[in-house]
């Protein structure tokens, strides 16, 4: 006999479910139930059409309920909301729009209700001026907020992707936009040394930066609103965008008795499956392993959902597939920068008392004597062992590059030396004969194997400065042009002549721009029987912490 | 006591090696012999100096014999040749312009001498007007000609990497251009079907190309050159870039002892060690192990010299280190479009009898409704057991990254499955949800599992058409614009109901553009019992084909 199986949330895990549980089976009735009016839209190409970047609405439809119901036989039920989850007698309550309330029963069942954004209760947050965006209508609302009125200031509450995506996309279109983010830098998923970049690139561009403040409350002022910050601050703007961040959209399973996280999110074992026998959950709305540090985590991303609904749909039709864990590989455009990350950031590693060493290499997209070659930072994470847990990068181009292959690695628990080892594409206009990945490669083993000590800018205020000797081993043009105070500059390429002259008792600190020469220095100092530790990352690392 | 190194060849392998050695050992003498004028410059910069793409000289040239004085305590000594290893005494012998002939004595010798360009006896080779192209000497020699002479017609005679290189920059110069190679296509990393695309692309930007055909003989013709092929064709020119391939530069090794293969390359274990116990050898002028077949093969790329040198320092500082093998990951710019490729093509399993398994993706560099997206084809081989034997892609953008992604997963003995796991960088700008990596990890696991069969084109002539059904699912506009001959027209989205039409005794093969709606098609008529393949690439790859 056929399965009947019932989908809830037709975007991003509901429809691929969907799709490719029809492929692996012809028979089964497969209903899937959306309570907007779209299914398999682009989610997060929003902000890029409020932009205007993307023109057409109609590109933001990837599947139509027709087109699904042509393709993959499969029954779109919009205007559809499923409200209770009747697991004792396999049913599913709907509202609909156009047949009321009624029961559907299922065989098995896969909820992708996804997440909706955070709205706290704050005074005023009940404004017309302020916006959420999650889908389509939200969309059509903000756009045309911003296309008919006279918007010329918003204001974007909240420095994550979405936030950050808004501010770029609503200053592309000339507005004044300022950032407001309560935490001392945007970008969670990105450490402070990394996330900076991104301001800079921010405040640049002409975005106005507001960190560790929140807001307290809004007020509307005639065609204007009034936004007022917990330093006491006030903005007034046009609009307010409201991006701090999302809930499982699982309101309707509250009290169903299905096992939820303590933040709503559906708990689910690796093939998927909820705490009810043949009820599967997906994307935004679950708890997922992190494939790194192997904790319960909640990443509402895309590429996760997608992969999550194959593999429930897979588990229905009687294909054995496990989901073994999201590691956040994430991306990021603003501007004229790329900033991406996977796995662990150190914030997340401390937190978990999770032991980490840390290395930078700033380097450049591809060979410098090619035109068109720009900077290049990598920050990695690894573990005594070698194994990888984080990795973050900024650049201008070729960063969804480097930190794919360094998610690869991770996801194929390699260890930074394969890191080193890879043999990857190499022309001038791609790449440098050592890929800026090799060489974060080569760089973590030195450190792995003891061959040069670290320090990191952050651990500098701690040494005992009239005990150790800070050499800054750039040019003399460089140290003029700017230094670390209390540096003395003995470059590298001296470096041999003046041993005799440095004070062998006394441990060195050395730093150069990148952090190359001064692994040098370290290299030839530590061989003539100094004690010396070069900054990783070097100047420019320290630099981008604004010091 | 300190080791006394000689390194021969001052460029990618040998430079590399002796930073490398200085780093891990600064007591160690390092003397390093360079024939020419030059040390590490940057080889594959060359072309793009000639084509003024490059605009300044001196950025070719990475390191000076100052600078690795001045860093690395190295004894650099160029216009020195070494002429003769005396493996016995352990000396090298030295012809140097400035101090004669001269022997110099080692504990520890690496040979990098590379390789050099293929000029074979055919009559009339001796022109001044034929060039080929290898260090900065020739490229002075052929861009002063070219700056200085009425240098409007160029022949290049080779379709590998540096031929192509060369052709597209002389043609972005401005001048006519002929292709001529001998085999049936150019890039012999690639099989047919993706080299055509860059065929196409040099054809587009006006590069002549005459395929299936070699030179016979070369005349001088005053200011011009006659080139006869052996066709019988007869070309003029103004110059002559001959590309046709490298031979190690082991000529000084000729009867030395050290154990050379049957082109002159010099043989090594996993250590880099010659046969001479002390004598390492790197780069161009050795043999390498296929990382993916096991077999000895040579692949003449700067990433691999670059390691080999690294590897081949570490150990002769004690440091246990081993070279694993070659994949030869490569990468070609051609006018706008890019080819990339990682381990083995079809050409070279077939010659070694490795049964492997093919499937195409053709999809975007990113997400389609953000501006920008470009198409980007995708060729995965792999065997049985799922184990990624090479993958070819080409496109405008996204292909390095992509082909990065796979040779990453082969370094580290991933399968197809892995591929589909993969969690990427997904933001609209950058790539989809599904990356065409995922895809091509979940087309080749179906293929794998058996939940759709394949055919190619080139099967496509084997099958008996009297007792087949050919079915072009596409729809009825896309077959109207072209179509396989003997196709009949179902487009996939009607296919359901036309199942009782269709005879379920006849195989059926189906098709569409790319291959997706045929699996999709593969899929509802295999599960209504019907005998079905799907053609994997689908009618893009077929025309790839020229049919
Ligand atoms: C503006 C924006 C930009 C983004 N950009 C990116 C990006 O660049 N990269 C990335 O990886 N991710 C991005 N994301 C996140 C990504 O879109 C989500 O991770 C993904 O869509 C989650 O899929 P899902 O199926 O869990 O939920 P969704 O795709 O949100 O689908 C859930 C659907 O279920 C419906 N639904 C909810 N409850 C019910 C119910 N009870 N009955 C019926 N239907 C219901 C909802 O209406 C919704 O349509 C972005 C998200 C947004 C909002
Ligand atoms: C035009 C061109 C473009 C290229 N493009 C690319 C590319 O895009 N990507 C890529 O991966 N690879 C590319 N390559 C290949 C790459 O440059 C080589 O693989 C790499 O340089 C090999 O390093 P090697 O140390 O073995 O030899 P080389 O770098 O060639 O160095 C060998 C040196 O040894 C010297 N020498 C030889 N014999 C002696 C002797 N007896 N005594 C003293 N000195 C000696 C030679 O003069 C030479 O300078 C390109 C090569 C060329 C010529
Ligand atoms: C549109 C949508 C329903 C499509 O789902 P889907 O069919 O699973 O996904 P795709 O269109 O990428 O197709 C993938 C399938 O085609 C197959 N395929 C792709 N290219 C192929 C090729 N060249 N040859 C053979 N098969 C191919 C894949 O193997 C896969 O099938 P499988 O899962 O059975 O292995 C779903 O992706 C969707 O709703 N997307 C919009 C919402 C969203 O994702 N938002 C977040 C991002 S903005
Ligand atoms: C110039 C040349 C001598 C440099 O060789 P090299 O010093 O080995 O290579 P790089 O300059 O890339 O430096 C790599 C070293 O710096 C270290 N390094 C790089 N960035 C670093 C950072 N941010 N922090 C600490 N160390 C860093 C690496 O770990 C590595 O050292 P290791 O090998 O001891 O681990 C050599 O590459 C050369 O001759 N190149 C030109 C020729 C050529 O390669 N041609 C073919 C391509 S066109």
């Known amino acids: 006999m056929s399965k009947k199986v019932l989908v809830v949330g037709g975007v991003a895990g509901g429809a691929s479910a969907a ?12 209903i899937m139930f959306e309570r907007d009016e779209h299914i398999s839209f682009a989610n997060c190409g929003l902000p890029y059409y409020i932009g205007e970047n993307i023109k057409e609405r109609s590109k933001l439809l990837v599947q ?49 209700p996804g997440a909706k954004a955070i709205k706290p209760p704050i005074p005023g947050i009940g404004s017309n001026k302020i916006f959420t965006l999650r889908n389509i209508p939200d969309t059509d609302t903000i756009k045309s ?29 000339g507005l004044e936009v300022t950032l407001v983010e309560a935490a001392p830098h945007i970008l969670p998923p990105f450490d402070t040394d990394m996330a900076v970049v991104v ?20 007020a509307d002022q005639g065609d204007t609103i009034d936004i007022v910050l917990n330093s006491g601050m006030s903005l007034n703007a046009d609009t307010v965008i409201l991006a701090i961040g999302v ?30 026998p043949g009820v599967y959950a997906v994307g935004d709305a679950i708890e997922v392993i992190d494939f790194v540090t192997k904790q319960n985590v909640t990443i509402p991303l895309a590429g996760p959902a997608n992969k999550q609904g194959r593999i429930a749909a897979d588990n229905i039709a009687g294909l054995a597939s496990t989901y073994k864990g999201t590691q956040g590989t994430s991306i990021l455009k603003v501007f004229g920068l790329t900033a991406a990350s996977t796995g662990n950031n150190e914030r997340s590693l401390k937190k978990l008392n999770i032991p980490y060493k840390v290395i930078y290499v700033h380097s450049a997209s591809h060979a410098t004597y090619y035109p068109g070659a720009l900077p290049l930072s990598l920050k990695l994470i690894f573990n005594d062992a070698g194994y990888i847990l984080g990795a973050q990068g900024v650049g201008s181009t070729g960063v969804d590059k480097r930190i794919d292959v360094i998610a690869t690695v ?16 190499y022309a001038p206009p791609y790449s440098s004969a050592k890929d800026p990945v090799n060489l974060a490669g080569y760089v973590a083993e030195n450190v792995l194997a003891g061959r040069t000590e670290t320090f990191t800018y952050d651990e500098l205020a701690d040494y005992d400065k009239e005990n150790t000797l800070l050499v800054d081993v750039r040019t003399e043009l460089e140290f003029q042009n700017g230094h670390i105070e209390g540096a003395v500059n003995i ?9 005799n002259n440095l004070d062998r008792d006394k441990p ?23 004690n010396v530790k070069n900054m990783t990352g070097g100047y420019k690392s320290a630099n981008a912490q604004n010091f």
């Open 145 to 173: 907020f911003i296309d008919k009125q006279e918007v010329q200031r918003a204001v974007v509450i909240g420095g994550g992707f979405i936030g950050v995506e808004m501010a770029e996309n609503l200053r592309e279109r």
């Open 64 to 112: 139509t309920p027709q087109g699904m119901q042509n393709r993959f036989k499969i029954d779109v039920r919009t205007h559809s909301e499923v409200t209770q989850v009747n697991s004792a007698r396999k049913t599913v309550t709907v509202k609909s729009k156009e047949k009321g309330i009624y029961e559907e029963s299922y065989d098995y069942l896969v909820l992708s």
């Open 491 to 499: 470059p590298v390429d001296k470096l041999r002549e003046e041993l």
């Open 19 to 30: 799709a490719r549980l029809r492929r692996m089976d012809e028979t089964a009735e497969i």
């Open 199 to 218: 301001e800079q690139e921010l405040e640049n561009h002409g975005v106005k930066l507001l960190l560790n403040d929140g807001v307290k409350s809004f």
């Open 410 to 425: 991770i996801r194929l628990n390699g260890k930074v030396a394969d890191l080193a080892e890879l043999e990857l594409c």
């Open 508 to 530: 060195i600190l050395a730093y150069c721009q990148v952090g190359q020469r001064g692994y040098y220095a370290s290299r030839i100092l530590t061989q003539h029987g100094f």
């Open 247 to 276: 809930t499982p959209d699982t309101g309707f399973l509250k009290d169903s008795g299905v096992k939820l996280g303590n933040k709503g999110h559906i708990l689910v074992n690796e093939r998927l499956e909820t705490s009810w």
